[in-house]
């Protein structure tokens, strides 16, 4: 699912309301694409950069929010955020922060090929790490990531009170994250989740009370 929208400009399936200096907007972007030319589960492991692509789409987005009211930019410490978060930041005049609880959820595949009918998936001594997917029983429980994710959206807001920040994160945080706000079950179908590279979710307060949201993808697909 694609919705072209300019952050700001409504949520995909709420309306924030009327606008005003006590309104706060935090976009929470997913990183552009990773080089991994060797299509393995990358995780949390160190040393994956952002592809050619992947540069352009971080470019591309920092183009769309230059003209945004934003104060501050934070991201995973995971180098593909911060380099998707570098050319919003330098656009903008801003340093990139790094918040630590927007990183990357944990995985006992992390560092293997995890490919329908390859990989570690295909050796039965793996298949007890599947038995639960709604906690889910390979990683990090769903409601962990949520109140870390949370939380960061939260600081987020307070450093930028009456403006608008972006955090940069990864997709299932974000997806979790997402779902959390809304009121939707946290535990979901890969393939249905409305995160894809480079998007921008957007969540909107007054004050500190969550109002709204919406979904771009800036730099296309």
């Known amino acids: 699912m ?3 929208q300019t952050p700001g400009a409504g949520g995909t399936n709420q309306t924030p309301g009327a606008g005003g200096t006590n309104q706060t907007i935090v976009h929470v972007m997913r990183h552009g694409e990773v080089h991994n030319p060797d299509k393995i589960l990358y995780g949390r492991l160190p040393d994956y950069h952002l592809s050619e692509r992947g540069r352009a789409q971080a470019q591309a987005v920092a183009d769309w929010l230059v003209s945004r009211d934003i104060v501050y930019v934070v991201a995973s410490p995971l180098e593909r ?4 978060a570098a050319p919003i930041a330098a656009g903008l ?3 990139v922060d790094t918040d630590d609880e927007l990183i990357e959820s944990s995985n006992i595949f992390q560092g293997q090929r995890v490919s329908p009918g390859d990989g570690a998936l295909r050796d039965p001594r793996n298949w007890w790490h599947l038995r639960n997917p709604r906690t889910p029983s390979w990683g990090e429980p769903y409601r ?3 109140e870390r994710m949370t939380g960061a959206v939260h600081r987020a807001r307070e450093k930028a009170a009456g403006h608008e920040a ?5 997709q299932l945080p974000v997806e979790t994250l997402r779902r959390a706000m809304t009121g939707q079950p946290l535990h979901h179908f890969p ?3 409305l995160c894809n590279l480079a998007s921008v979710t957007s ?3 007054h004050g500190d009370t969550y109002v709204g949201w919406g979904y771009a993808e800036l730099a296309g697909q």
Do not use: D
């Not at 972006?166 to 990864?170: G, R």
């Open 93 to 95: 005049g801003l340093s």
């Open 166 to 170: 972006v955090c940069v994160s990864h």
């Open 203 to 205: 969540f909107y307060f």
């Open 191 to 193: 393939t249905r989740r």
């Open 81 to 84: 955020a911060q380099e998707t």
């Open 2 to 4: 694609t919705t072209n």
């Open 144 to 146: 962990e990531i949520a």
